[in-house]
T-cell receptor
């Protein structure tokens, strides 16, 4: 059973701080890694993807991947109350059309004023 | 610019009733997926379709059937609903695994 593990939280950070969200995965064959944001009662929204070891930055978001440690993280700089949501980590074992996305259970982030 | 559209948004069924959840995407994606989301369980894959004419089981397929009607549409059928199928159901589509998937707005299903 391929697994994706996340701490369920809640992770509470003050406004303006850096939020650090972590995810580990069990399948060494995983090739593509994604972070989704899900507001309460809404559908998941893709916010970041990363394929190679290292960092990838997009605005206030940075995704970090370490394949040797089977670890992927998401940093949110200058956290805002609007960032309060559940963040889902997802991985695929391939890159083609037959690849399936496996999700973690998500980490709930609370940004406090 | 609709993306992935699911119908209905809400549904209440009695135990033993059947129903079909509809999903359509207008992004010309090859792959389509059905997930269910339960509190504390995350998103679990029910069935997926890598291309028109093909379907495969996911993690929790029991009690469900699917049809990939054409490239745009992928339906999920509950033949005899059970209370354990009370959940939020999401349809998603993807051009390829490396590009991630895009989700519909979800169907909240309650089986009483």
């Amino acid at each position: 059973q391929k697994e994706v593990e996340q701490n369920s939280g809640p992770l509470s950070v003050p406004e303006g701080a850096i939020a650090s969200l972590n995810c580990t995965y069990s399948d060494r064959g995983s090739q593509s890694f994604f972070w989704y944001r899900q507001y309460s009662g809404k559908s998941p929204e893709l916010i970041m993807f990363i394929y190679s070891n290292g960092d990838k930055e997009d605005g206030r978001f940075t995704a970090q991947l370490n394949k040797a440690s089977q670890y992927v993280s998401l940093l949110i700089r200058d956290s805002q109350p609007s960032d309060s949501a559940t963040y889902l980590c997802a991985v695929t074992e391939g890159t083609g059309t037959a690849s399936k996305l496996t999700f973690g259970t998500g980490t709930r982030l609370q940004v406090t004023l | 610019n609709a993306g992935v559209t699911q119908t209905p948004k809400f549904q209440v069924l009695k135990t033993g009733q059947s129903m079909t959840l509809q999903c359509a995407q207008d992004m010309n994606h090859n792959s389509m997926y059905w997930y269910r989301q339960d509190p504390g369980m995350g998103l679990r894959l029910i069935y997926y379709s890598a291309s028109e004419g093909t379907t495969d089981k996911g993690e929790v397929p029991n009690g469900y059937n699917v049809s990939r009607l054409n490239k745009r549409e992928f339906s999920l059928r509950l033949e005899s609903a059970a209370p354990s199928q009370t959940s939020v159901y999401f349809c998603a589509s993807s051009a390829a695994g490396a590009l991630g998937a895009f989700f519909g707005q979800g169907t909240r299903l309650t089986v009483v």
